[in-house]
């Protein structure tokens, strides 16, 4: 039997692969995944506690967050588009034009 | 205010009608057709000569000694109170009016008719030319301007025709003002007639100060009332001043110098201005003043004197001159001197006939000159022209009977009038008329020197110009027709008593001629008491001496054609004196226009030196210097203020400022620094129960 413990444990791994993704990869796209990946982390905790409190709204707010994230990853990839247009790059460290 | 008939009170009117004409020219003449402005032009004067015709026929029909009519039309310059030089004081208030009699009336008469004619003329002779509207506009604005001067009722009015008639003489000289002589000739007339302008001004002021009017009609009161003694300083004084205006305006020396340059205008123009009407100005205004004038016999021994040498000089000019108007010019000079030789020596009744009578030939020998030029397509050197009699042969035949006219043969008009003057001159001073009849024989001889240069003799025009000889129109020719027939009968009505005549014209002028008791009664008067004897021989001498000068003219222009010049070459030292004008340009040039050029090179470097250098470079340098040490606080202590706290405010940002990367994941680790931070805070806090 998977306790709430075993969800919040893999929840935290992937939680904490995200964050790290984020802070040490330098291609944009990677850093949008290891987003999605936070984001996920996130929406296995809502399941997990609303399995856990019988309750539907941990659920709903699940698909919400999904939902969200297809619009980010749009949004994001849209931006990165753009940006390469410009700069011809996708890396994150070239993107230092916002700074005194 | 009692009437005299439509044309006296409306007499106002005459200048009106050229002013209109000159008016619509300015305004709208650009547009107009060349018939329209002709007709338009040419009829105002039409109509002011009928106007005044209508006005001197009524004038005429006046009892002898009431002759005079006054219109004020409206208060001119009310200037009030004022104080007379003897202390009194007494109103001053010029009136804009006319007036009417017997002397302006024969001027009147002059300058519409001749006007009149001339302005014929033009129309044929100007038909050509550019600018056509604008000539005709300063003609109409001439004879508006000399209409006011002759009919204004007090002096200042008269100054306004006398300054207006020396703006459009200036106007029509300069009038082919692309061509330099002919704007340097305007000038030179403009600014030798304000220097005698000046003078004209400086009388009219002596008069009010010392008679309190300068209404005509109240100076002979005036006078009176003044009980000025013959001789008195103040008169020669304002009588010497009025002279130094006549001497500008009239062309006497020692103004003369303008007049022959003046020939560069169009020759209508050399014929109503600077024959006919504007020159004669001074006469009019002498005689208009000659109750000043005869109280002062210095005053009046200065006008004879000048006039007498003026004569002979510039006859003595008109001997060796080339070009046809040039001689025509010198001797309009010579004439008017004749005129103030006339004047000077008491006899203004013939001083004004000859003005009437020079008047007459003097245009027609203009407008002829400018049918032969006409004829020549422009060629004013007489040296080439000869033997033009047969090819237009109305202008050489007018043109001779204003020759003989003015040469002073009986009974043509010009022997009345040269001869009234002439006798008054012999019982004032035999000198001034031995001047006067050398003068006359001077004449003779150089305007039959010009006769036979110009229609007889041989040929000497080049080929090209030969074939376009013609006469010219009759717009041109009938005016010359007109004029000739003036010049032959205009003397008639002048007709001396000794030679069984009535001497109408002396008659008629009188009552405008003061009389002074018995030793100032007018020389012309005495005159004709004097032995008749003496008069036929006069007579006879001035008519011996003219006929001296034409043949002479006739056996060296047309028998012995060598004469002139081995005659020149005998006397080259004087022929040079003469062609040469005896220098008086080069010594004027020397004397006065060079040294208030001096003047004014003196003035410029001033200016240039202590107005521009000390005074407006000075300050614009103070201020340079002080917005230079402005500028200094400005850079320094404002400006430097102002980066001091920019500065301070960049020295406290920077350890802010080198946090901020640019680097994304550089932010991303701080939020997540930050967040585990907070977390750890937060846990902290809590300290949720251990199980």
């Known amino acids: 039997m998977l306790s709430i413990t075993h969800y919040l444990v893999l929840s935290l791994a992937l939680f904490t692969i995200g964050v790290i993704g984020v802070v040490t990869r330098r291609n944009v796209i990677i850093i949008l995944m290891s987003i999605e990946l936070i984001l996920n982390a996130v929406n296995i905790n809502l399941v997990a506690f609303s399995r856990l409190f019988g309750s539907v709204e941990g659920q709903v707010f699940a698909i919400f967050i999904i939902t969200d994230a297809a619009a980010e990853a749009a949004v994001g990839l849209g931006i990165i588009i753009a940006f390469f247009r410009n700069r011809e790059t996708v890396l994150a460290d070239e993107m230092d034009l916002l700074k005194w | ?691």
């Open chain 2, 1 to 691: 205010m009692e009437t005299h008939g439509y044309f006296l009170d409306h007499l106002w009117m005459i200048p009106l009608f050229p002013a209109a004409g000159a008016l619509l020219m300015f305004l709208f003449g650009r547009r107009l057709k060349n018939a329209v402005v002709s007709t338009i032009c040419v009829g105002s004067v039409i109509i002011s000569f009928i106007f005044a015709v209508a006005a001197v026929m009524s004038l005429l029909a006046m009892p002898a000694e009431h002759r005079f009519v006054e219109i004020v039309l409206f208060d001119w310059v009310p200037a009030g109170a004022m104080h007379m030089t003897n202390g009194a004081l007494m109103r001053f208030d010029v009136p804009w009016g006319v007036m009417l009699d017997p002397l302006n009336a024969v001027m009147v008469l002059v300058v519409t008719g001749v006007g009149m004619l001339i302005h014929i003329y033009s129309v044929g002779y100007m038909g050509h030319e550019g600018g056509y509207y604008r000539f005709f506009g300063y003609l109409n604005l001439f004879m508006f301007s000399m209409l006011t001067l002759i009919l204004a009722n007090n002096m200042l009015l008269m100054f306004v025709g006398w300054e207006g008639v020396g703006l459009c003489s200036y106007l029509l000289i300069g009038f082919y003002f692309l061509k330099k002589s002919a704007s340097d000739a305007g000038k030179k007339a403009f600014v030798v007639n304000r220097i005698g302008d000046g003078g004209f001004l400086l009388g009219l002021f002596l008069i009010l100060g010392t008679l309190g009017t300068i209404n005509f009609h109240e100076i002979g009161p005036a006078i009176a009332a003044g009980h000025f003694p013959i001789g008195a300083p103040v008169m020669t004084a304002i009588a010497l001043l009025l002279f130094v205006g006549a001497t500008g305006k009239s062309a006497q020396i020692p103004l003369y110098v303008w007049l022959p340059d003046a020939m560069e205008g169009p020759t209508p123009v050399s014929a109503l201005i600077h024959a006919a009407t504007m020159v004669t100005a001074g006469v009019y205004m002498v005689t208009r003043l000659n109750a000043i004038f005869q109280l002062s016999p210095i005053a009046m021994d200065v006008v004879a004197i000048v006039g007498a040498t003026t004569a002979i000089f510039a006859a003595s000019m008109a001997l060796v001159q080339n070009d046809i108007k040039r001689v025509l010019a010198y001797s309009t000079i010579s004439q008017l001197g004749y005129m103030f030789l006339g004047l000077g020596v008491g006899a203004f009744t013939a001083g004004v006939f000859h003005l009437m009578t020079h008047a007459f030939f003097k245009a027609l020998l203009f407008l002829g000159s400018g049918s032969v030029i006409h004829a020549m397509s422009g060629e004013q050197d007489m040296r080439k022209m000869g033997a033009l009699f047969s090819k237009i042969p109305t202008t050489a035949r007018t043109f001779i009977v204003a020759t003989v006219a003015i040469a002073g043969i009986p009974p043509l008009a010009g022997f009345f009038s040269k001869d009234a003057i002439l006798g008054a001159a012999y019982e004032r001073s035999p000198i001034l008329w031995i001047v006067g009849w050398v003068t006359a024989g001077m004449t003779a001889f150089y305007m039959f020197r010009l006769v036979n240069m110009t229609f007889f003799g041989k040929s000497r025009v080049d080929h090209e110009v030969e074939h376009h000889i013609h006469e010219s129109p009759l717009l041109m020719t009938a005016p010359l027709l007109v004029l000739a027939v003036l010049s032959i009968v205009g003397g008639w009505i002048g007709w001396p008593e000794s030679l069984w005549g009535s001497d109408h014209f002396a008659h008629f002028l009188s009552p405008v001629i003061a009389h002074y008791g018995e030793e100032g009664a007018s020389v012309a008067e005495k005159a004709s008491r004097g032995a008749l004897t003496m008069e036929y021989l006069l007579m006879l001498a001035s008519v011996l001496i003219a006929a001296t000068g034409i043949a002479l003219a006739w056996r060296w222009y047309i028998s012995e054609q060598e004469r002139p010049g081995k005659f020149a070459a005998r006397f080259s030292g004087a022929y040079r004196l003469l062609e040469h004008k005896y220098y008086v340009d080069e010594i004027y040039d020397a004397l006065f226009v060079n040294r208030t050029k001096d003047l004014g090179t003196a003035l410029g470097s001033f200016d240039r030196g202590v107005i521009d250098g000390a005074g407006v470079n000075g300050v614009g340098l103070v201020t340079r210097i002080i917005s230079r040490i402005s500028m200094w606080w400005d850079k320094w202590i404002v400006d430097g203020l102002v980066n001091v706290a920019a500065r301070f405010v960049g020295v406290l940002s920077y350890p802010t400022r080198i946090l901020q990367t640019g680097k994304v994941s550089g932010y991303a680790l701080m939020i997540v620094a930050g967040l585990i931070a907070l977390l750890g805070y937060y846990l902290h806090l809590v300290r949720l129960p251990v199980h």
